[in-house]
């Protein structure tokens, strides 16, 4: 049986916490990443992280974002693996920026052939969910299998590892 890989996306710093501006010293996805880890040790992670980074200001972070969605970049990822075949489940995870999944992480997606693999989507919101994120991978990731997602609130992620240890199970 193939490995497992756990991909994704989080940015700490400013962020919007239950409508409040606030300085989290890690990424929520990131944390919920490292509970996936958890569960699964023999699961190998990558930080999908853009080489220019996005701004450590929500303010900041929220207008590149816009700009990058709205020109449908995909901006350049430090140290991407050349290949992901020895992997045949991907845990995907990353924030919801502005309705699915940052940039970035169809940079990543984009690389690979996805035919035979399964996905694990998995996302941490303010409230919006996958949006559309669900249907963005389903159109690049032609050929994956794509499980039933996890959503989980960005500031209640603590609060979400039991579901996800459910998750992983189903
Ligand atoms: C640029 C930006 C855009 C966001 N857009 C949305 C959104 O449209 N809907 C939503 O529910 N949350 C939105 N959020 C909140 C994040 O999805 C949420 O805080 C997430 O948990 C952040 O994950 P991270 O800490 O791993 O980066 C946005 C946050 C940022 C920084």
């Known amino acids: 049986m193939g490995k497992t890989l756990i991909a994704y996306f989080s940015k700490a710093g400013e962020n919007n916490v239950n409508g409040d501006i606030i300085n989290l010293p890690k990424g929520n996805t990131e944390i919920a990443a490292e509970y996936i880890k958890e569960f699964i040790p023999d699961a190998d992670m990558f930080k999908i992280d853009p080489v220019e980074p996005m701004p450590e200001s929500y303010e900041d972070c929220f207008a590149k974002a816009k700009v990058d969605q ?22 995907l995870g990353g924030p919801n920026y502005i309705e699915t999944y940052p940039m970035a992480m169809f940079t990543f997606l984009e690389k690979f052939n996805w035919e035979g693999k399964t ?42 590892k039991i579901y996800i240890k459910r998750w992983i199970r189903q």
């Open 70 to 91: 709205s020109a449908n970049m995909r901006p350049e990822i430090k140290n991407c693996p050349e290949s992901i075949d020895e992997y045949d489940t991907v845990y």
């Open 119 to 160: 996905i694990k989507p998995f996302i941490t919101h303010e409230g919006s969910s996958f949006g559309r994120a669900i249907d963005d991978i389903t159109e690049i990731c032609k050929g994956a299998e794509i499980k039933e997602g996890l959503s989980i609130h960005g500031a209640d992620v603590r609060g979400f």
